[in-house]
């Protein structure tokens, strides 16, 4: 009986051939990996490394320069807070301490029952609307302390009917 | 049967439209109503945003910023026939001084149209300016771009010509490949005019980049988008496969012979990508790091061969260039700056939003007659640009 751990390195293997044929294929590896697994496990190293013939070090630069590429599985939601300084201007510093407080994690951080990820963005472009969320895919525009909160039930509600 | 118009942009997302749409699809049902609910872009005002618009024989009338909350009013004062006497109710959208007052030549299309529909852009001079560059030689069309006078709208203000000219005349040392390469890594808080490109008007992109493709020979080009813009990537490749089932991209466009390839690729949340050089190291796969220069890209570019790295505004201003002739975009402006900026307003403002006009504009006028003064508290300062170019006291 194969693991959900070997089911996901299948995964890579699959994602690595459809997409290595491309010039400059690793990013667009990488963030296929992450969108289908939502992280980057360390042992899709030494696979992504033989497809396009390169060293395992060379992935493991790239994949540590760019903030966005994980390898350890993020929680169900992933919600990131805009830092940038037009949201700054409408109080995003506030919104980020109520945040931290309201989820008992700090930035890069898993709730204890997985169901969020806390991590911090630079400008999703909503600026005119600020403060912003993005809730995995979805912008959220002018969220306050109570906004959050009601975002924050949904998904952990969500999460709930899943299980 | 109704028309009614709700962005499907960023702003409008974020402010609530999905709900909005469905709310109204299931009252207009309740009602016993006709509606035809088009999806379009953003006309830039986004204070006002999710913006309903209803489609009459005198224009379209505007309503805004409406929430589910104000549907069951809506629909009791008819605003599904244009009624006017909602509060909510902004009256027709092309009269609102804000939009009135702008000089629209890039935005021209923007919130009017259903960005994905071939049709409402091939109606509005879409695609024009690419007939008439596939009838013209390379060199032909890089003059036209040096006559316009426009300069890079990334920052730097390098003529946009002059870099043509110079990937025109390189020689590519491998399978004679050059690439046409677009920075859509707009990181800088505050911006989001490309967003606005390519989220309301993603045709238009695709073919000034085609264009550009033509005038120096590539026919590969990347756009190069910031992963933080989902809905962006979304609405580009959606573009992107329609345009090439209609033959406005991929191989022999409009029956012409020439190729032209497009493809979106992401970037990973790394600001320095919005650098040039450590985007083409980016787009070949490698960490983003600052190349030295010379040589510059136009001639040794993405994998070593001519490049021509344009921000998305550069590319979008083709099409206009290229349909309207050099001198209609050159009359825009002064003294060398000449054509269109696109101004954006954001942060603590009470209106923020899109603003296109001739260069020449003053802060005062942006800040005040267009911005409306600031939304929380008075405001002591203002930055007048990306992060690098500090503030200024009011």
Redesign the interface.
Known sequence: MTTAYEQGLQTVAEVIASLQHK??????I??GIQDRLGYIPNDAIPMIAAA?NQSRAEIH??IS?????RTTAPGKHTVEICR????Q???SRQLEAHAKEALGVDYHQTTSDRSISLEA??????????P?V?VN??????VDADKFDKLVEKLKTQTLEVQ | MAKVFIPRDTTSLAMGADQLVAELTAEAAKRGEQVEIVRNGSRGMFWLEPMVEVETAGGRIAYGPVSCEDLDSLFDQDFLKGETSHPLCLGLTEEIPYLKKQQRLTFARAGITDPVSLDDYQSLDGFNGLKKALKMDCQSIVDEVKASGLRGRGGAAFPTGIKWQTVLDAVPTKDNQKYIVCNADEGDSGTFADRMVMEADPYMLIEGMTIAGLAVGADQGYIYLRSEYPVAHQILNEAIAKAEAAGFLGENIQGSGKTFHLEVRLGAKAYICGEETSLLESLEGKRGLVRAKPPLPAIVGLFGQPTIVNNVLSLAAIPYIMSQGAQAYADFGMGRSLGTLPFQLAGNIKRGGLIELAFGATLKELLEDFGGGTFLRPSDACSTGRRPTGCLHA
């Open positions: 010039p400059g294929a690793l990013l667009p990488l963030h396009l630069g790239v320069f760019y903030h966005q590429f940038a300084e037009a949201c201007a409408m109080g963005v630079y400008c999703l472009g909503n600026c005119a609307c600020a912003s993005r895919d979805d912008i959220v525009g002018r």
